[in-house]
């Protein structure tokens, strides 16, 4: 089954109709556009012509039958199918470094199977991810730029072929909507883009009953991360750290102390993205330390 990539969203809304229904336990193709609704896809293309309201679409959303709230939508990522071309640019004042360049300025970049030909100069390998992903949030609508707990636009690398997802369900069917992939991004995405790119995306569709995380928990085969965004970094580290402490609690049989003893010596707070309304960090736990390592 595919989902295709004219079917957008650039809020996630429990408002929003839904443009497929699916029972739980389906395997999805999703069709996505890149970042910029696939307006700036040549080199004589520029940030002046690009309409701002088509930013970030997310593909969707999907109602997933046997969703309701409190219960866990459980998202696995199969594959990441990139086009053979991204987009990846800079503004004056936007990102960490905007104030040290004037204007707009933007690249279209190759990618050969599984490397990127930057500037006829540097061959980078992919790192393929998705930037956006989520649900309805519990209140009022959220545009797709901004990350919360509802997912959205956490812009996190771990968010990979391999990866599950455990997002909490606020409304029935969860109404779920995914974009913004990357062909290869940095930790920070300090410029205010990665490699910004159209793909085809496979995932299974799954329903958990009840046990809703707060915010979205990722899996793969070597950790688990808990993702959180606030509006400081500051703040987001704070509530990962005690999430993650929490998370751990029942899947150990040590205490407290000698949990946040162990977070100390094996754990990661690691950035994902600086440049969002609200700013979004990680705590990563190696699953190899967990007495019960499943969520």
């Given at each position: 089954?595919?989902?295709a990539?004219?079917?957008?969203?650039?809020?996630f809304s429990?408002?929003?109709?839904?443009?497929?229904?699916?029972p739980?336990?389906?395997?999805?193709?999703?069709?996505?556009?890149?970042?910029?609704s696939?307006?700036?896809?040549?080199?004589?293309?520029?940030?002046?012509?690009?309409?701002?309201?088509?930013?970030?679409?997310?593909?969707?959303?999907?109602?997933?039958?046997g969703?309701?709230?409190?219960?866990?939508?459980?998202?696995?990522?199969?594959?990441?199918?990139?086009?053979?071309?991204?987009?990846?640019?800079?503004?004056?004042?936007?990102?960490?470094?905007?104030?040290?360049?004037?204007?707009?300025?933007?690249?279209?970049?190759?990618?050969?199977?599984?490397t990127?030909?930057?500037?006829?100069?540097?061959?980078?390998p992919?790192q393929k991810?998705?930037?956006?992903?989520?649900?309805?949030?519990?209140?009022?609508?959220?545009?797709t730029?901004?990350?919360?707990?509802?997912?959205?636009?956490?812009?996190?690398?771990?968010?990979?072929?391999?990866?599950?997802?455990?997002?909490?369900?606020?409304?029935?069917?969860?109404?779920?909507?995914?974009?913004?992939?990357?062909?290869?991004?940095?930790?920070?995405?300090?410029?205010v883009?990665?490699?910004?790119i159209?793909?085809?995306?496979?995932?299974t569709?799954?329903?958990?009953?009840?046990?809703?995380?707060?915010?979205?928990?990722?899996?793969?085969?070597?950790?688990?991360?808990?993702?959180?965004?606030?509006?400081?970094?500051?703040?987001?580290?704070?509530?990962?750290?005690?999430?993650?402490?929490?998370?751990?609690?029942?899947?150990?049989?040590?205490?407290?102390?000698?949990?946040?003893?162990?977070?100390s010596?094996v754990?990661?707070v690691?950035?994902?993205?600086?440049?969002?309304?609200?700013?979004?960090?990680?705590?990563?736990?190696?699953?190899?330390?967990?007495?019960?390592?499943?969520?």
């Open positions: 089954m595919k989902l990539g004219d079917k957008v969203i650039f809020s429990k408002d929003h109709e839904p443009v497929l229904r699916v739980a336990g389906t395997t999805l193709e999703i069709e996505t556009l890149d970042c910029f696939n307006q700036l896809r040549n080199a004589d293309d520029t940030m002046e012509q690009l309409e701002w309201e088509r930013v970030n679409p997310a593909t969707g959303p999907v109602y997933v039958e969703a309701e709230p409190g219960d866990t939508l459980k998202i696995t990522i199969h594959n990441i199918k990139l086009n053979e071309k991204g987009t990846i640019c800079c503004l004056e004042n936007e990102g960490t470094l905007g104030h040290m360049i004037k204007g707009s300025h933007i690249r279209v970049v190759k990618v050969d199977g599984d990127i030909k930057y500037l006829d100069k540097f061959e980078i992919t991810m998705i930037g956006v992903i989520g649900v309805a949030p519990k209140d009022k609508a959220i545009n730029g901004t990350p919360g707990h509802h997912g959205g636009n956490m812009d996190t690398i771990l968010v990979a072929e391999g990866a599950t997802l455990y997002f909490p369900v606020f409304h029935s069917g969860a109404l779920f909507a995914m974009g913004d992939i990357h062909a290869a991004m940095g930790d920070g995405e300090i410029g883009s990665g490699l910004e159209p793909a085809d995306v496979t995932v569709l799954d329903v958990i009953k009840g046990k809703a995380p707060e915010y979205p928990v990722l899996e793969n085969i070597d950790v688990f991360a808990i993702i959180v965004s606030k509006i400081t970094v500051d703040e987001a580290i704070s509530a990962a750290t005690e999430l993650m402490c929490k998370f751990l609690e029942p899947r150990m049989d040590i205490t407290r102390p000698e949990i946040i003893m162990l977070m010596l754990g990661n690691q950035i994902s993205q600086v440049v969002d309304p609200e700013k979004t960090v990680r705590f990563v736990f190696p699953k190899k330390y967990m007495k019960k390592a499943e969520f």
